[in-house]
Nanobody, 129 residues
Framework: QVQLVESGGGLVQPGGSLRLSCAAS????????IGWFRQAPGKEREGVSC????????YYADSAKGRFTISRDNAKNTVYLQMNSLKPEDTAVYYC??????????????????????WGQGTQVTVSS
């Protein structure tokens, strides 16, 4: 059974940084694209950033460009989301998710469709002074 476990959320002041981690187990890591999604109260789920398992290509939502960086360490089965210059509007529950590469053609589609097959339990990020 696929398991995704997020960590690294918390409370941070505006302008601060956080690094989220997603540790995966029980599946062949290289066969899955991985993405970070978020959902704030009263808002739709949003694909923040996604990364390919094969070529390392990435996709960022406009809200994340220039501030967030996604990366993956295949040896550790872990994906990271480095978030800098955080804003109050970044406050949300952040979820790590995985999609088999045979089901989704590219990471842009994965992030935009925001309907991956496997999900973590989420980690809260709160940006407030």
């Amino acid at each position: 059974q696929v398991q995704l476990v997020e960590s690294g959320g918390g409370l941070v002041q505006p302008g601060g940084s956080l690094r989220l981690s997603c540790a995966a187990s029980e599946f062949t890591w290289e066969n899955y694209h991985i993405g970070w999604f978020r959902q704030a109260p009263g808002k739709e789920r949003e694909g923040v950033s996604c990364i390919s398992s094969s070529d390392g290509s990435t996709y960022y939502a406009d809200s994340a460009k220039g501030r967030f960086t996604i990366s993956r360490d295949n040896a550790k089965n872990t994906v990271y989301l480095q978030m800098n210059s955080l804003k109050p509007e970044d406050t949300a529950v952040y979820y790590c998710a995985a999609d088999p590469i045979h089901l989704i053609t590219n990471v842009q589609a994965m992030c935009i469709m925001a309907a991956p097959l496997y999900w973590g339990q989420g980690t809260q990020v709160t940006v407030s002074s």
